[in-house]
């Protein structure tokens, strides 16, 4: 058994070391080292980003649920609230809102031996009133995640942006300290949810053969996934029919086979918008016939933002245009990011930067 899984993790580093730029491994002694760390009791707070997502949530309380089995005592302190199709998770209720109840949450993370930093690479994607907190504190930082460029802030850094998801990094993670056997339904549950949504339900190019994989072995320890799929991607009337104003407000710009989607204030509130309820109105502008880069502007009245969601096919790549001129980032083809100017300045300020892109969004390659 461990021959196999030492023979797993060598093979696994083999073909990181020769494809992947961006990854950051765990050594043998990283290992070494977390094993010993975890072999004792500690004090332990798991912190997704803020508005966390199905991969955030999944990878946070995959990992939960593991430490507590381990016999430590453990906390998923969240920056700000999860959407509602996120709160049947087994665990879900035991999450710590941090904005909500920032006295508590701050005490927590204080008295914190060790702090997992999962699903982004970048503290300041906690928010500026966890951040803060983040920065006073001296845990043992462990960063799992799967952006590109993590920041160098963790005393142990596994990132590896090849990878589909934080939470089939959670089970890689598990793999390396060779306790797959403790995978429970609740745990599987949990990781399963965070693939099924970082993979756009398996079909996103990051899903890899290991991917299905570890699908395939998490429904062997008992996931649903069918009921899974349904509590996930289940719709309220109003959902619905703001996806009807969200369609009916696309654009689409052949000369730089782009599409994009605006969502006002007003008509959020019309359609009583609640949290979580855009997820994935972008993906509809990307599949349209050429088109290869789709971008979706939510006003976001009580923040003072407009919050933008970047998508692409092929090599285009979105991280890049985010980084440059709409202070975000995330993946190649999945990005986002945001302005501080009205919708209506955002808009103009978009269009004039798609010229610098035309040669590329013209002649992109899958
Ligand atoms: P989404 O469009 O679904 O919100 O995010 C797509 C990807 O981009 C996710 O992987 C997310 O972590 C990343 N992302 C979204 N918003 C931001 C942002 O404001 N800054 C950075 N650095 N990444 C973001
Ligand atoms: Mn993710």
């Known amino acids: 058994m461990y021959l196999r899984s030492l023979l797993t993790f060598y093979n696994f580093n083999f073909q990181l070391f020769n494809f992947n730029v961006y990854s950051q491994l765990m050594n043998l002694e990283d290992i070494k080292g977390i094993k010993s760390l975890l ?26 649920h593991y430490l507590i089995k381990l016999g430590h005592q453990v906390t998923v302190v969240s920056p700000n609230e999860c959407p509602d199709f996120l709160k049947w998770m087994p665990g879900a209720d035991e999450v710590l809102f941090f904005e909500n109840n920032i006295s508590k949450g701050t005490e927590i993370l204080k008295t914190a031996e060790i702090v997992f930093t999962l699903d982004f690479n970048a503290l300041h994607r ?18 799992i ?6 920041e160098d802030f ?15 990094m959670i089970y890689q993670f598990i793999e390396m300290l060779e306790d797959l056997s403790k995978i429970d339904k609740d745990i599987a549950t949990c990781l399963y949810t965070g693939i099924l949504t970082d993979t756009g339900s398996f079909r996103f190019p990051a ?6 994989r570890v699908a395939a072995s998490l429904l062997d320890k008992g996931v649903e996934h069918a009921k899974i799929y349904n509590k996930i ?54 599949s349209l016939n050429d088109v290869n880069f789709a971008a979706i502007f939510i006003e976001d009245r009580k923040q003072g933002i407009i919050k933008i969601s970047f998508r692409s096919i092929g090599d285009f790549n979105v991280n890049e245009v985010s980084r440059e001129y709409f202070n975000g980032g995330g993946h190649i083809n999945a990005a986002g990011g945001r302005t501080e100017m009205s919708l209506e300045k ?10 610098e892109y035309e040669e ?7």
């Open 145 to 150: 995640d799967h952006h590109q460029q993590p």
């Open 39 to 64: 072999s004792i009791p500690k004090k332990i707070v798991i912190v997704p980003h803020r508005n966390p997502d199905g991969d955030a949530y999944g990878a946070s309380l995959g990992i939960y």
């Open 233 to 286: 991607y289940e719709n309220s009337v109003s959902r619905l029919q703001l996806l009807g104003r969200a369609l009916s407000n696309m654009v689409v710009l052949p000369k730089y086979k782009t599409a994009y989607i605006t969502l006002s204030n007003s008509e959020l509130q019309k359609f009583n918008y609640k949290k979580g309820d855009t997820e994935g109105f972008v993906n509809y502008a990307l």
């Open 154 to 168: 963790a005393k142990f850094t596994y990132s590896n942006s090849k990878i589909s998801s934080t939470s089939e």
């Open 126 to 143: 906690v928010g500026a009133k966890m951040l803060k907190v983040l920065e006073e504190i001296k845990p043992v930082y462990i960063l």
């Open 360 to 366: 590329k969004l013209n002649n992109t390659h899958e």
């Open 207 to 212: 899903t890899t053969s290991q991917t299905h």
């Open 346 to 355: 955002t808009i103009p300020y978009f269009l004039s930067i798609l010229p």
